[in-house]
């Protein structure tokens, strides 16, 4: 008679072992996807105005980026010790390296409606180069996206900001890539240092404005970062931008390239908004146009672990930065100051 023996436990421990191996992604992570992309679907129109003036001014259809910066969901204001990232298409401008562009110190429109001084620093700007920062689809391939109004997609990075009537910003590439969440790892992660969950919870929102980039041949070739409400303040303050700038950029093209579809925080308003002679109000431009924003419903119970396999990887070379700071002169003031807004309710601080 065949006696038939018992399987070994240890061998039927080794077999499952092995299984479960093969099943383990590369990496893993875990994801609470965007609930909310607050960005108008209809692109507001520009006008054929040429791009600048009188060659006081250099700028490119290429020059462009955007300024991401975690807010709180309630109010709008600044997550505390949360640092804006300013993401940008390119690395030069006018054959120089972005890192030497004049800035304003990387303040979101809420910081300038809580207090409107404008200060500009000299040189050492720093800025994530956004092609590298790709927006991946399921399968792990780079999604690509348009460069002006017609032919294909090309490029890593969506246009952000309106430059002529060729090229002017898609809502709906917009949403696509900073809601992908490739960029939304590397933006909780890499940048602000917390997880995906943390970023989800629902007490955070991300803000993004559109950035232009301009150099000046009679001013040695500076190199400006600007952001749509920026450049209303330097306006403010002596009349600079209008005497650079066809009033197509700065009044209506840049301004319109991101208005939200829906109002936000009790102060932001919504599309639609009109131009008086092809220029926005001074208002609209300041307090409520340039802006978009990413939200996440307060979750009622934790979030669910979600699997996702990375291919892509970051490392510290992404963010372009120095540590030397000094200022430039901005101008004597020719117009009276102004105060923050109150008209969509009082800025409540962080």
Same mark, same amino acid.
């Given at each position: 008679?065949?006696?038939?023996?018992?399987?070994?436990?240890?061998?039927?421990?080794?077999?499952?072992?092995?299984?479960? =191996?093969?099943?383990?992604?590369?990496?893993?992570?875990?994801?609470?996807?965007?609930?909310?992309?607050?960005? *108008?679907?209809?692109?507001?129109?520009?006008?054929?105005?040429?791009?600048?003036?009188?060659?006081?001014?250099?700028?490119?259809?290429? /020059?462009?980026?955007?300024?991401?910066?975690?807010?709180?969901?309630?109010?709008?204001?600044?997550?505390?010790?949360?640092?804006?990232?300013?993401? *940008?298409?390119?690395?030069?401008?006018?054959?120089?390296?972005?890192?030497?562009?004049?800035?304003?110190?990387?303040?979101?429109?809420?910081?300038?409606?809580?207090?409107?001084?404008?200060?500009?620093?000299?040189?050492?700007?720093?800025?994530?180069?956004? &092609?590298?920062?790709?927006?991946? /689809?399921?399968?792990?391939?780079?999604?690509?996206?348009?460069?002006?109004?017609?032919?294909?997609?090309?490029?890593?990075? &969506?246009?952000? =900001?309106?430059?002529?009537?060729?090229?002017?910003?898609?809502?709906?590439?917009?949403?696509?890539?900073?809601?992908?969440?490739?960029?939304?790892?590397?933006?909780?992660?890499?940048?602000?240092?917390? *997880?995906?969950?943390?970023?989800?919870?629902?007490?955070?929102?991300?803000?993004?404005? &559109?950035?232009?980039?301009?150099?000046?041949?009679?001013?040695?070739?500076?190199?400006?970062?600007?952001?749509?409400?920026?450049?209303?303040?330097?306006?403010?303050?002596?009349?600079?931008?209008?005497?650079?700038?066809?009033?197509?950029?700065?009044?209506?093209?840049?301004?319109?390239?991101?208005?939200?579809?829906?109002?936000?925080?009790?102060?932001?308003?919504?599309?639609?908004?009109?131009?008086?002679?092809?220029?926005?109000?001074?208002? /609209?431009?300041?307090?409520?146009?340039?802006?978009?924003?990413?939200?996440?419903?307060?979750p009622s119970t934790p979030p669910p672990t979600t699997i996702k396999v990375y291919y892509h990887l970051y490392n510290s070379s992404d963010v372009q930065t120095s540590l030397k700071t000094s200022t430039f002169d901005l101008g004597t003031s020719t117009t009276k100051q102004f105060a923050p807004s109150t008209e969509y309710g009082t800025p409540v601080a962080a």
């Amino acid at each position: 008679m065949q006696i038939k023996q018992k399987p070994r436990i240890w061998l039927t421990l080794i077999a499952i072992l092995i299984a479960l =191996l093969m099943c383990i992604p590369l990496a893993v992570t875990s994801l609470v996807h965007a609930d909310e992309f607050n960005g *108008s679907e209809q692109v507001i129109p520009g006008y054929s105005n040429s791009p600048y003036t009188d060659g006081t001014c250099l700028m490119s259809a290429t /020059d462009y980026g955007a300024r991401v910066t975690l807010v709180y969901a309630d109010t709008g204001n600044r997550a505390l010790s949360k640092k804006s990232i300013d993401f *940008s298409a390119v690395k030069n401008i006018n054959g120089r390296p972005l890192n030497e562009a004049n800035h304003f110190g990387k303040y979101c429109k809420s910081d300038y409606m809580n207090d409107p001084t404008l200060i500009g620093y000299l040189g050492n700007y720093e800025y994530v180069y956004a &092609p590298d920062i790709k927006a991946l /689809d399921d399968n792990g391939n780079a999604k690509k996206f348009h460069y002006k109004n017609s032919g294909t997609a090309t490029e890593f990075f &969506p246009r952000t =900001l309106a430059f002529s009537s060729n090229f002017l910003t898609r809502p709906d590439e917009i949403k696509e890539y900073f809601t992908n969440d490739s960029v939304l790892d590397y933006l909780a992660e890499k940048c602000w240092h917390m *997880s995906r969950t943390e970023l989800g919870s629902g007490k955070y929102t991300i803000m993004i404005e &559109p950035l232009a980039y301009f150099s000046f041949p009679d001013r040695g070739n500076a190199i400006y970062a600007a952001t749509v409400t920026e450049t209303v303040l330097w306006q403010d303050l002596n009349g600079f931008i209008s005497k650079n700038f066809t009033r197509n950029n700065y009044g209506n093209l840049w301004p319109g390239s991101m208005v939200l579809e829906e109002p936000m925080f009790g102060r932001y308003k919504a599309k639609p908004f009109t131009a008086s002679g092809g220029v926005y109000s001074h208002d /609209d431009r300041l307090y409520h146009m340039g802006l978009n924003t990413v939200s996440w419903d307060a979750p009622s119970t934790p979030p669910p672990t979600t699997i996702k396999v990375y291919y892509h990887l970051y490392n510290s070379s992404d963010v372009q930065t120095s540590l030397k700071t000094s200022t430039f002169d901005l101008g004597t003031s020719t117009t009276k100051q102004f105060a923050p807004s109150t008209e969509y309710g009082t800025p409540v601080a962080a």
